[in-house]
């Protein structure tokens, strides 16, 4: 006897299959990262995926750009999914906002040829770090941003984070779990910048190693509070150790913002985020 779930299946088999991207918000605090776990385990992923096989009526996939520590937020997470499911685009939308908790929202859906793949085809990644200086903690923004109460030497910061830029071997500068079978990696750009009492590390490359921008702005916080000076960065690089790099900077003012494809897929581009700071793009 076919069950009614099932049967709600069936009604999708013999249909062409078709490829959709998405771009994905969501705030990483109740999450134990983006990929799924172990059943139990709250993760992003699976959280989407169950409500979109409700809105496709058939399993569904999602395969990311890209994986985030827990606690770890995104203003622009790109994923793709293949369906026989046939929805105009504000049915898939509406459909599976409605169901999502209130931490994650699907901002935009575009249907793609099978070329189109979320992690493969990606050129680069793009993360913004976001620091609240001031000698007390906010309330507002918890779990939104990582308060640092000491005072810091920001013209030292900057200068020092731009000596992450280019390529380099991270080996120092990645979690020992981390399962990259190569620790190598290019930085388009290691921008550290005031705006109001924040501090933001706006930081792109082709590729990130676990827990390499938590261990990137736990240096550059060492080196602001003068425990360092600039070319002990050189040091950790040459030492390619661990043990040889700082404290690892708390999930909290972590935020997925970009991911870059050839022109030839033409993706959405939203505003990069976090939004409640009005950035510059």
Known sequence: ???????????????????YAVGIEFSGVQYRGWQTQQPGVASVQETIERVLSKVANEPIALHGAGRTDAGV?????????????IRPETGWLRGANSQLPKDISI?????????????????ARRYRYIIYNTPH?????????THVYQKLDVKKMIEAASKFEGTHNFESFRAAACQSNQPVRHVKHCRLFEHGRYLVLDIEADGFLHHMVRNIVGCLLEIGQGMYEIDHIDTMFAAQDRKAAGVTAPPDGLYFIQCNYPEQFDLPQPPLGPHWLNLPD
């Open 73 to 85: 937020h995104a203003t622009n997470m790109v994923a793709h999914f293949d369906t026989h499911a």
């Open 107 to 123: 901002q935009w859906i575009k249907l793609m040829d099978e070329s189109f793949h979320a992690r493969f085809k990606a050129t």
């Open 1 to 19: 006897m076919v069950q009614p779930l099932e049967r709600k299946f069936a009604l999708n088999r013999g249909k062409a299959m078709q490829r």
């Open 137 to 145: 903690r906010p309330a507002l923004l918890h779990k939104q941003v």
